[in-house]
């Protein structure tokens, strides 16, 4: 038994001012050969966990390229192109197989392709031809298009948000692929439009209810795996949206009445499940009404896990403004002021400009006297499920009362140790402010008092009817009251 394995992925958000280029995968995960180290990426680990099973069963792994950037704007198209030939030609250089095996994200659009993972696959099948069976793990936040449901053996989809259950989802894939692989199951997918736009955290009810019923029914009466694809808001495409995906062993009318079933559920909670946020001067407010901190304020619109930049500077200049201390800001991205203090070393005070480098979304930039009191070269900090994220080069400066980190290279704040790897304790702090949505909560809820979720100005819009969609299939909600005055099926 051969089977071949593969990674390519972003998360693409249509409006982000910055493209997704080579520098983007290369500063945060590109591997060939299978070169993943000790600690592997989150979208690299299925392909390390998937070689395993299959080396512990004899079987031969032909592992291509384990590829995935930090969330930005449209990918180039030579980019996109060149890593997608690339595991193009692996594969036929590796015929024949008898399996694929896939880890995508699911919502990676670049020039001239709406959905560059329907893309890829289509022409894995134009190689392997229609009966080899291909498994693919998706990211939650993925669009998924009729097309890729029809040329894909089954699907499993992270439940949880943030992220906590990659691995354990690329375990639940090899479960479904193995006796796949044998001949000894055949899974058939089914799919159901719940015709909603979206973001819902798994952490609080009554989401994480949902996703408990979702695994309750998973090993019984045929039914391999059910998944909840949230879709990803702010990408701007025909398939953006909400879709339960049910996989069964050869039951396609239990799937689909399954799916249809528990999206109609979904759609009667859809006001309950969509977060609560609220503007700079609320969260600051709030956050100091309590005393005990450390209390966390997620500031949404400039998470540069959903395609923002990660240099606005609206809530820091606020607490400024308002003489606040005590405060850690997690962090910047800055290359131009990081670049500064590494050359101006630990213990230098300057006159320094930071952040607001990437136009409106990221307001004016800070000039600021600072400190500088730590500086780490080629810094790599704890992420969820285990793995890393890549900071570049990275410093603390201190400056009014507020510790800020600024880094070279862009990338979201999911754990505390984003502030310990440069010497701040975050357990000592009134405020920590974390660019981050919604993965910063499996780190930092076990120790923050509060968690605030903070709508600044910036990339990511979270009034869903404010995004300034163009070309999404429609009718959906929220953008219209009632999308099932319509009986058709939508486009995508």
């Not at 384990?66 to 692996?90: H, N, Q, W």
């Not at 709406?114 to 392997?128: A, M």
């Not at 894909?152 to 906590?164: L, R």
């Not at 989802?169 to 692989?181: S, V, Y």
């Amino acid at each position: 038994m051969k089977l071949f394995t593969a990674c390519l992925g972003t998360e693409t958000h249509t409006s982000a001012p910055l493209p997704t280029d080579l520098a983007a995968f290369e500063d945060s995960h590109l591997v060939r050969g299978g070169d993943h180290g000790p600690v592997p990426h989150m979208f690299g680990a299925p392909l390390v966990i998937w070689r395993e099973h299959a080396k512990a069963k004899g079987w031969e792994v032909v592992e291509s390229l384990s590829a995935f950037a930090t969330p930005s704007g449209i990918t180039v198209r030579k980019v996109y192109e060149d890593l997608r030939d690339e595991i193009l030609t692996d594969l036929k250089a590796a015929m024949p197989v008898e399996g694929v095996m896939l880890s995508l994200h699911g919502a990676m659009v670049a020039e001239g392709y709406d959905d560059c993972e329907d893309d890829l696959v289509h022409r894995i099948r134009e190689i392997v031809g229609p009966d080899i069976p291909l498994g693919a793990e998706l990211d939650l936040h993925c669009h998924i298009t009729r097309q890729f449901v029809s040329e894909v053996t089954a699907i499993v989809i992270y439940k949880e948000y943030p992220h906590t259950d990659s691995r354990e989802r690329a375990e639940d894939l090899w479960r479904i692929m193995e006796p796949t692989f044998e001949g000894t199951l055949k899974p058939v997918i089914s799919h159901f439009d719940c015709r909603m736009i979206g973001c819902y955290h798994t952490t609080r009810e009554p989401m994480s209810s949902f996703v408990a019923r979702m695994t309750s029914l998973e090993g019984k009466d045929g039914v391999l795996s059910v998944s909840l694809g949230h879709g990803f808001p702010w990408g701007d495409v025909p398939a953006e949206g909400t879709r339960v995906i049910v996989v069964t062993d050869n039951d396609k009318i239990k799937g689909d009445q399954l799916a249809e079933q528990l999206g109609r559920e979904l759609w009667e909670i859809r006001d309950e499940i969509t977060p609560v946020f609220v503007d700079v001067e609320t969260a600051i407010t709030n956050a100091l009404a309590d005393t005990d901190g450390p209390v966390v304020i997620a500031d949404m619109a400039d998470n540069p896990g959903g395609g923002a930049p990660g240099d606005s500077t609206f809530i820091v200049r606020r607490m400024l403004e308002r003489g606040i201390g005590m405060v850690a800001v997690g962090g910047l991205w800055d290359p131009v002021a990081t670049g500064i203090c590494v050359g101006a070393g630990v213990g230098a005070k300057f006159q320094l400009r930071i952040g607001g480098k990437s136009g409106p979304v990221s307001g004016d930039p800070l000039d600021l006297y600072v400190e500088v009191k730590n500086i780490i070269r080629d810094a790599y900090v704890e992420s969820l499920g285990g793995s890393q994220r890549y900071l570049g080069d990275a410093a603390w400066v201190h400056a009014e009362g507020i510790d800020i980190i600024i880094h070279s290279s862009r990338t979201q704040n999911t754990m505390p140790h984003f502030f310990e790897a440069l010497g701040i304790d975050p357990l000592k702090q009134r405020i920590l402010v974390v660019k981050s949505m919604q993965h910063f909560h499996a780190g930092y809820s076990p120790i923050a008092k509060n968690i605030i979720y903070c709508a600044a100005p910036g990339t990511l819009e979270w009034d869903i009817t404010k995004v300034a969609h163009k070309r999404i299939a429609r009718p959906v909600w929220p953008v219209d009251a009632d999308p099932w005055t319509i009986n058709e099926e939508r486009p995508w």
